[in-house]
């Protein structure tokens, strides 16, 4: 497979179903701690194909047939003093990880948005990816991330 050329391309709304299947493995498996839903994948979908100026997909394709997916957001960080891209999802077909997929999406993902702030997360125990992404430089941040769902009120128990 290595010797197959892998081509990148924007998401499109005939991908759907495809990438839905893809974030239903990757958001069971223990690369993520939520576990998404069905309205959830179906929102990233839409969002990356319908002109949203806050996120971005991508569909990795080799001999014409959808071997993963990237999904990129878009933020400001005063942290660090500029625009962020939050690297949101990769995902890779087993057969075809280790073939340098995810790597070329990475190296490309840093090309276009050079000069910006690259970020993303990482479950704490995937120590494979955390290999991975620190071969690129990421670093890690000792942060403990919170979220409010939507719809819950602030403030109340």
């Known amino acids: 497979m290595e010797n197959e050329a892998v081509t990148f391309r924007e998401m499109r709304r005939g991908d759907k179903k495809i990438v839905m299947e893809m974030m239903r493995r990757f958001y069971s498996s223990p690369a993520v701690y939520t576990s998404g839903s069905e309205k959830i994948f179906a929102a990233n979908v839409d969002n990356c194909t319908g002109g949203s100026n806050f996120v971005e997909g991508f569909i990795f ?23 962020c891209i939050w690297i949101e999802d990769i995902f890779v077909e087993a057969e075809w990880r280790g073939c340098g997929v995810g790597s070329e999406f990475i190296r490309r993902v840093a090309e276009k948005y050079s000069g910006k702030i690259l970020r993303l997360e990482a479950e704490g125990k995937n120590s494979a990816a955390l290999a991975f992404y620190k071969k690129f430089k990421f670093k890690e941040l000792p942060y403990t991330e919170l979220f409010l769902t939507r719809g819950e009120i602030v403030g109340k128990n």
């Open 61 to 83: 394709e080799a001999d014409g047939k959808i071997i993963g997916y990237g999904i990129l957001a878009k933020s400001y960080s005063t942290e660090f003093g500029g625009e």
